[in-house]
């Protein structure tokens, strides 16, 4: 293919699609690692320059009002109706259009390649927010500043976005020293109430068993949300983790969406938490009792109609508020039973004096914290009383949850040892085949061995005090 000398901005699009249509993909897998690495670089590199010529584009669009013109819409809608850009993506790029056609160092350096779409965007916002009553002087200034960053002109080091953004948000202490403080305490003030009144929160089922929450806050109140999460994230104690080798590993991330879930689950349970439509938050549930007994679960959060896994709920209808409700051969209500507590408050309370908090080995969970687990699944016509109830975090609640069909020893299990009503674990074969009980140290004996006197027989107790002898039960919280 023969290319001349100067080519049309439509022509060169024409030309680049030829070539993208006769590139062999399949000789990609052919080439050394050093090349394909070359060429990896060098399609960054295009891609980005052909996103400046878009930009470019874009902002001619804009300033002859095309657009209308043609097609009777904004440039945003119309960017969004014709081409695969979301709303979101639109937008962005007609504001950048319209800033690149005002800072024309920027939109060049773009243009040649020198400057990211990442980095002409944080020039960009530094220098729309510079103050309107700045002479064009000091914002060229500013705008050859800002270039000279991004491009590593004059053997500088080229800094990369967020470092641009930091410069970019100081500006003006470069072009005009004299009225920073005045031009930093305006834009404060600008970006508080903008943030402000941008603050949302929204939430989106993906109908694979998760739910996404998207959130914005000001910067203030999103410090305190994010202390209160990694507080709870770094006092975590995870003992199945460091117990089981075999336990999969929990990311930081992970960590934290437990905290995010844990700060929910105690507001949920909190004397002052607002009711709704007359009830505290509840978790509504349908579910089959016969395919939980048979291991074949089928459940159902009432309201979003989304499926539960059987982990789920089983662990749910161990601590819930259970509304019974007969269904016709056809699914329809027959009938809708009274509210009826598992677990009532008076049984609970003597659960916290036993466990004092999940009792798990090694967690720190507090009983605000943790779910009544039926030892004998209530599914299972196990009786909800002390004998057969031990309190659990959700982390380890779902690790001894009963999987009906697993051989045994394949997993931890709970028992209360009738000789002291104490709970304790017995960890799976492949952990030690013996299946040696543990406890959490709350409930752990400690032998206290009696002094001795100097002719080797017991100390002699000093008056009015009791002989320190036998065991005692370490107590919790």
Do not use: Y
């Not at 959060?301 to 509304?323: F, H, K, N, V, Y």
């Amino acid at each position: 293919m023969e290319i001349p000398g100067q080519v049309t901005v439509e022509d060169a699009a024409v030309l680049i699609g030829a070539v993208l249509d006769r590139v062999d993909h399949a000789r990609t897998c052919l080439v050394s690692p050093a090349d394909l690495l070359e060429s990896t670089v060098a399609w960054s590199r295009l891609a980005e320059r052909a996103a400046a010529v878009q930009t470019a584009l874009v902002g001619h669009v804009a300033r002859v009002d095309a657009s209308m013109i043609e097609a009777g819409t904004p440039v945003r809608s119309w960017l969004q109706a014709t081409t695969t850009m979301s709303a979101k993506q639109a937008r962005v790029v007609e504001r950048r259009a319209r800033l690149a056609g005002r800072f024309t160092r920027v939109a060049a350096a773009h243009l040649a390649g020198e400057m990211t779409t990442e980095a002409a965007d944080a020039v960009l916002a530094g220098l729309a927010q510079l103050p309107d009553d700045l002479t064009g002087e000091q914002v060229d200034h500013g705008e050859q500043h800002l270039v000279d960053l991004a491009t590593g002109a004059h053997g500088q080091p080229r800094l990369d976005p967020v470092g641009l953004r930091q410069c970019a948000n100081r500006l003006v202490e470069v072009v005009a020293p004299e009225v920073a403080d005045e031009a930093l305490a305006k834009r404060l003030a600008r970006e508080a109430a903008q943030a402000a009144r941008d603050r949302h929160l929204t939430w989106t089922h993906d109908h694979h068993g998760s739910v996404f929450f998207k959130a914005k806050l000001p910067v203030a109140d999103a410090e305190t949300v994010i202390g209160v999460i990694n507080a709870i994230t770094n006092n975590a104690t995870r003992a199945a983790d460091q117990a089981d080798p075999a336990a999969p590993p929990v990311s930081l991330g992970q960590r934290r969406a437990d905290a995010f879930a844990l700060v929910f689950a105690r507001a949920a349970g909190a004397p002052d938490t607002p009711a709704s439509g007359g009830v505290p938050p509840t978790v509504h549930v349908q579910l089959d009792h016969a395919a939980l007994v048979a291991g074949l679960v089928r459940a159902k959060l009432i309201g979003s109609d989304t499926d539960l896994s059987a982990g789920e709920a089983r662990r749910l209808a161990c601590d819930a508020q259970l509304i019974p409700t007969v269904l016709g051969s056809h699914g329809q209500v027959l009938d809708v039973g009274r509210s009826v507590r598992l677990v009532p408050p008076r049984l609970r309370a003597l659960l916290i004096a036993r466990d004092g908090g999940c009792a798990f080995p090694g967690c720190d969970r507090t009983p605000a914290d943790c779910d009544a687990h039926h030892i004998d699944p209530w599914w299972n016509h196990g009786p909800t009383d002390l004998a057969n109830l031990v309190l659990l975090c959700r982390h380890h609640h779902g690790l001894v949850e009963p999987h009906p069909g697993w051989p045994d020893g394949a997993q931890w299990e709970v028992r209360i040892n009738p000789a002291d009503g104490r709970p304790e674990f017995l960890p799976p074969t492949r952990l030690d085949p013996k299946r040696r009980p543990k406890r959490h140290t709350r409930h752990t004996k400690i032998t206290i061995t009696p002094p001795t006197g100097p002719d080797g027989g017991a100390a002699t107790p000093h008056a009015g005090s009791e002989p320190r002898t036998g065991t005692t039960d370490r107590q919790g919280p």
